[in-house]
């Protein structure tokens, strides 16, 4: 299966895939603190588990910014 | 990380625009070299805390994809307090692929600093300013 990925072509080796294990094959350690956009719409982080991708999807995802002066 | 002057003054500009509001946004390069700033809206408009409102985030990574640049670093100013990460800012440093730039105003001085941060380990980088 071929998806984009952050703009990025990628190949998979499975014929089904949650967006959550995109984002864990991506290496993100924590997916509650990104934004996913499948297809240019956003999903709610509980969504991530059971929302599947297929062949020429577009997935994106951000990680939260923020910051603040606290010391 | 090296960075255009005129992109580095530009962020130092919208610090001082915005302040006391902390200014935010993003920094995209070219080969290695920063060449565009995005100032992003600071949703918490806050003199102690900045966030990026997700859709206009998507929008601005986007626009620097469509344009062939990637986004390697996000700024934000602490207009009152030296350009180093804060607890806070280490604590919501979620990407450790991206630089964080932090443009001080404190005591009337413009400084601007990049670091990598990565599972709460901070690590300065060099910022050299280019033509």
Redesign the interface.
Known sequence: MNVKVN?KDQAFDKEALFVKEVLTICEVS?PD???V?LNGE?LQKEDYDGTSIKDGDEI?F?????????? | MKIKKEISDKIIAHAKQLAPIEACGYLASQDGIVCKHYELINIDNSEEHFSFDPKEQFNTVKDARTNGLDVSAVYHSHPATPARPSQEDIRLAYDPNISYVIVSLADGKEDVKSFKIVDGKVDPEEVEIVA
């Open positions: 703009g924590q603190m990104v934004s956009q956003f994106d951000l990680y939260f910014m923020g910051g603040g002066i606290l010391y």
